[in-house]
């Protein structure tokens, strides 16, 4: 059984700036600097592009991860969408979606992932997952939101 979860952000940058920030593979580094996850594969600086992949390798609970995802939909500048082709989840899809607001946009991160090893992983998605990713989701948001290139 998946695990999906939405994240909200509000930024005071336009649909199209924040979609960009959000594709750049430098600011996904940036945001995720305490785990020291960097791109070693792929795409591994700039913008991130529909079909392109890029491979990340960081350390979460002390344990060196390394997961391939791939940019598989993009509605500019409304939506894109990436998802695991190779790493820790058995599954993980995640859907960016931006919507213009009177004052900048409105982000939603849709979510859905599920872990591997069976009964195991459904521990380790209601007892540690579940409250991680949106953690992260919101450490990587808001270094988006914030004057960063």
Known sequence: MAVYFECVTQANLSPAELFEKSLSIDAHTGSMAKSQERAVAGVTSGTIGLGEQVTWRAKHFGIPLRMTSTISAVDAPRSFT?????????????????????????????????????????????????????KLIRIRNDYLVKEHG
């Open 82 to 134: 990436d998802q695991q082709l190779r790493g820790p989840f058995k599954s993980f899809h995640h859907v960016h979606e931006f919507h213009a607001m009177d004052h900048g946009t409105l982000m939603i991160d849709k979510i859905q992932f599920s872990a591997p090893l069976g009964p195991l992983g459904w521990l380790a998605e209601r007892l540690v997952l579940g409250w991680y990713l949106p």
